[in-house]
């Protein structure tokens, strides 16, 4: 009977079983337009193992984000407190993928246009400095 009563006070408290709410589902959409941001950094520093793992937690919070706004899981005002407006301002087409795909690009674009200017030398060195105030390194990855 205590294994039993442990078990459903795990099942009951652990974070993984409760529900998110509205503001966990925008906090993932911030969280995803901050990973394609990083990842296009990443990119620019020539890290394409990082870039990848980025452009992935970007688009799986992505996802988890569209598919609550699409079932009504979001309340507007978390999404206009939370999510960068340039992401809902992408936030339109056929599917997911393609969203995705649009806020991506959106967000690399955003990143780098503060390394745009200069030689390859001083934009490297400001992508990593963005890369690292931006705390780049710790996105996606479990406390």
């Not at 200069?118 to 406390?143: H, L, M, P, W």
Request: glycine share 6%; charged share 25%.
């Amino acid at each position: 009977m205590r294994v039993m009563l442990s078990a459903v006070a795990l099942l009951t408290f652990s974070p993984c079983v409760l529900a998110n709410d509205s503001a966990d589902y925008a906090r993932m959409g911030a969280n995803a337009w901050k990973a394609f941001e990083c990842a296009a950094l990443a990119g620019e520093l020539k890290d394409s193992e990082e870039k990848q793992r980025l452009f992935s937690f970007g688009y799986e919070q992505g996802m988890k984000f569209l598919d609550a706004v699409r079932s009504d899981q979001v309340t507007q005002r978390d999404v206009f407190t939370t999510v960068p407006s340039e992401f809902m301002n992408h936030a339109e087409g056929p599917n997911s993928d393609f969203i995705l795909g649009r806020v991506f690009e959106v967000a690399g674009r955003f990143a780098l246009g503060v390394t745009a200017q200069g030689t390859f030398d001083e934009q490297r060195s400001v992508a990593f400095r963005k890369y690292s105030d931006d705390n780049c390194q710790a996105i996606g990855r479990e406390r």
